[in-house]
């Protein structure tokens, strides 16, 4: 087992939102989309709020895939946002994606309960030092039938599994691109982390799998 090594948190730099957006993300993203939509409804629309956005990615292929969804792309970095606000105007989708600068960590200060019928979030609870508190109050901005829908990587159990995840699926992006990969492998919470951590929420930990050989998934139905 090796330990968790935080990455910074929030990701401000240009040359960090350059690298982040110039890999191809295209094919998690839209198993990310295709996935939340056969549990939350297609073509269900509503309020849907995307955590830690980065450039918009993820809300923009849920915008196109569900022409009634209306999605608040949430990021701590302003740097990740201009770039989001850019790529969501080139897409068309200004009315119904608006990106949000807010922070993961206060989102009770931001947004009443219950306020979204889903509550998503990809890739982004390996930056969180403490991820419970974050996770405890997205399931609290769930409305009720609403979804909360959390992807992120898993800790690899050592040194050589994560080079061979950075190998198979990063091996022909930059150095830069493949060193920041691999941070964000070490950085993750394992599978049993998360799931008792969702535990000490008061949620079923069996809601968290393993949905690739490098991803968890949590999907938690708020049923009244
Ligand atoms: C690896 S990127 C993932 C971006 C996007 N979800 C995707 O799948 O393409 C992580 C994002 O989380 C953002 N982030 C980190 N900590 C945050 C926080 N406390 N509140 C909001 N966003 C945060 C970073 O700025 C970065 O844009």
Redesign the pocket.
């Known amino acids: 087992m090796i330990q968790r090594v935080l990455e910074p948190?929030?990701?401000e730099t240009t040359d960090d939102v350059e690298e982040?957006d110039a890999m191809d993300?295209s094919e998690v993203?839209g198993r990310f989309v295709d996935d939340f939509l056969s549990v939350h409804g297609a073509a269900r629309g509503g309020e849907i709020l995307?955590?830690?956005?980065?450039?918009a990615?993820?809300p923009i292929a849920l915008a196109l895939a569900d022409f009634q969804a209306r999605i608040m792309a949430?990021?701590?970095?302003e740097a990740?946002l201009e770039a989001a606000a850019l790529n969501v105007a080139k897409a068309g989708l200004s009315r119904r994606v608006r990106c949000y600068q807010?922070?993961?960590?206060s989102l009770a200060d931001q947004f009443g309960e219950r306020a979204f019928e889903g509550v998503i979030?990809?890739?982004?609870m390996h930056?969180?030092p403490d991820p419970e508190p974050v996770l405890a109050t997205m399931a609290r901005l769930v409305a009720p039938r609403g979804t909360l829908f959390v992807r992120d990587l898993a800790r690899p159990g050592s040194r050589s599994e994560i080079d061979r995840l950075v190998m198979t699926y990063a091996g022909r992006e930059t150095p830069e691109a493949r060193a920041l990969f691999a941070a964000?492998l070490g950085a993750a919470l394992t599978l049993e982390e998360i799931q008792s951590l969702v535990k000490r929420i008061g949620l079923p930990a069996s809601d968290v799998v393993m949905t690739s050989d490098r991803h968890w998934t949590w999907v938690w139905r708020n049923r009244p």
Do not use: F, Q
């Not at 807010?102 to 960590?105: L, P, R, T």
């Open positions: 948190e929030s990701m982040y993300h993203n995307d955590v830690g956005t980065g450039t990615r993820i949430l990021d701590l970095s990740m807010g922070d993961a960590k979030s990809n890739t982004i930056h969180i964000s």
